[in-house]
């Protein structure tokens, strides 16, 4: 086995899920932490989720005392790469360390098959996700991608656009790396989308800063005109400048990406 990163929190096992039987708990979990209803489409269909086991994907359960509490699969992309197709961990499992020790199994399970690195794509606009990839993990956004699924009726994305933001995570030879560093808001750097949801020129400056709602999913439920406000302007100012030659060079606590022009990300 390749070494983990660091070792997984108390109580918590990692495994790659195989039977049918584990896959269809893995099933059962994703529905709820979507909040999936009867009629809706699955998070990621139980018969393409044994596929994936059964082919050389990447299917990933975290128990917890005994409980599966967290699920992860991937499939194998060009270039040498695990595209990691969804995650999600039980809201009561949440803020145990679940999710990071499933990101940290994943790599493990990449670095022994010889991967370069893991992708995948999260909503830009959910504060904890972003700032869980781009921060606590150092994984680059690469791209961003306007409506990428379509119209989706899985539960937690009804009746939102599909904006999502690609990113890339190397995996070491051997499947250990350093923590990434919290990022450091620059002097200067320019708001091009306020903590109101202004959007703001930024006249070509060398360092950016975009906010982010404090809660999407709530705002969705609230108030559903403001949370497609701030799609819509989030889509335009950070696809905007990532288009224009900016890169994200981090993402705080506080809510903000921050972006600096080219080779200086």
């Keep these: 086995m390749v070494e983990l990163l660091a070792p997984a929190p108390a109580g918590v096992r990692l495994l790659s899920l195989h039977a049918t039987s584990d896959l269809q708990r ?7 932490t979507w909040g999936t209803q009867p009629g809706d489409d699955a998070p990621l269909a139980l018969d393409m989720m044994c596929a994936l086991a059964h082919t050389g ?3 990933g359960g975290a128990f917890l005392d005994g409980e599966l509490v967290g699920v992860a699969a ?3 992309a060009a270039g040498g790469t695990l595209h990691s197709h969804i995650a999600g961990v039980a809201r009561e499992a949440q803020g145990r360390g679940v999710g990071l020790a499933l990101k940290r199994h994943q790599r493990a399970w990449a670095a ?6 893991i992708t995948w794509t999260f909503d830009p606009l959910v504060r904890r996700n972003a700032y869980f990839n781009l921060t606590r993990l150092g994984a680059t956004a690469v791209e961003y991608l306007p409506d990428f699924y379509g119209p989706l009726s899985d539960g937690i994305n009804d009746g939102d656009v599909s904006d999502r933001l690609l990113v890339t995570w190397p995996v070491p030879a051997s499947g250990i790396a350093s923590a990434a560093t919290p990022p450091v808001i620059a002097p200067g750097a320019v708001a091009i989308l306020d903590e109101a949801g202004a959007v703001r020129a930024g006249g070509g ?3 950016l800063r975009c906010a982010t709602p404090p809660d999407v999913e709530r705002l969705r439920a609230d108030d559903p005109g403001a949370a497609r406000r701030w799609r819509t302007a989030l889509g335009d100012v950070l696809g905007g400048a990532l288009a224009d030659g900016y890169r994200v060079a981090g993402f705080t606590r506080s809510g903000w990406y ?6 200086a990300a």
């Design 26 to 32: 893995a099933d059962r979990l994703l529905r709820r």
């Design 112 to 117: 022994e098959r010889g991967l370069a690195a």
């Design 258 to 263: 921050l972006l600096t022009r080219g080779a």
């Design 57 to 59: 994907g990447y299917v």
């Design 205 to 207: 400056a060398a360092s």
């Design 74 to 76: 991937g499939f194998l």
